[in-house]
């Protein structure tokens, strides 16, 4: 099973970026999203059903980020819009057969982070 995540760079406030991460390797699978600021912890953004493309979010990107799947269904996207400086954090996407949306303990298998940053 392999990830490889893309995407990140910089953004002014209020800016998008889109991740993407394929997969290969796993099917069906869900893809969580995973970020980790300087000096915080690792949070999970979101997660994303293959099966049933049923999505999940924390609260504090609802309505700002979006899980997508793209025509060739081996990659999801995370597209992130009105960024905020408080997003700015590597982001990692992992995937399993039935994770636990937030609990990055329930992923056996993860990609390499990407760097988003956020700034004026």
């Known amino acids: 099973v392999q990830l490889q995540a893309s995407g990140g760079g910089s953004a002014q406030p209020g800016g998008s970026l889109r991740l993407s991460c394929a997969v290969s390797?796993?099917?069906?699978?869900?893809i969580g999203w995973f970020r980790q600021a300087p000096g915080k912890q690792v949070e999970g953004v979101g997660c994303?059903?293959?099966?049933?493309?049923?999505?999940h979010y924390v609260d504090s990107v609802k309505g700002r980020f979006a899980l997508s799947r793209a025509e060739a269904k081996n990659t999801v996207y995370l597209q992130m819009n009105d960024l905020k400086p408080e997003d700015t954090a590597e982001y990692y996407c992992?995937?399993?057969?039935?994770?636990?949306?937030?609990?990055?303990?329930?992923?056996?298998?993860w990609g390499q982070g990407t760097l988003v940053t956020v700034s004026s």
């Open positions: 390797g796993l099917d069906p699978y869900v």
């Open positions: 994303f059903s293959i099966s049933d493309s049923k999505t």
């Open positions: 992992a995937a399993d057969l039935l994770p636990i949306c937030y609990d990055k303990r329930s992923y056996d298998y």
